[in-house]
């Protein structure tokens, strides 16, 4: 069975029956990560978000962040480059 991320809807692995190919839920490694972190916010009253858009909106947050680091590094190995020549 193919294993598909109930917030965020990406494919995340197998489980056994292998030869069934129907999708079955549960959450990614992220995902569940940002759930316990949403479930200590939301039992605590430090949150009124739903759980999946609460997750949705990190995993936007991180997405984001990671292409903008991304670019950084970039940028410095060029300028690495260009001073080294």
């Not at 489980?15 to 549960?26: A, N, Q, Y």
């Not at 949150?47 to 410095?76: P, V, Y």
Request: proline share 1%.
């Amino acid at each position: 069975m193919i294993r598909v991320c109930q917030f965020c809807h990406e494919v995340y692995g197998e489980k056994e029956p292998f030869e069934d190919k129907e999708e079955t839920s549960g959450s990614c490694e992220l995902c569940h990560w940002l759930w316990t972190i949403w479930y200590t916010l939301w039992r605590e009253g430090m949150t009124q978000e739903s759980a999946s858009q609460f997750i949705l909106n990190c995993r936007e947050l991180f997405i984001t962040t990671k292409h903008a680091m991304a670019g950084l590094g970039a940028a410095w190995l060029r300028q690495a480059r260009q001073g080294a020549a």
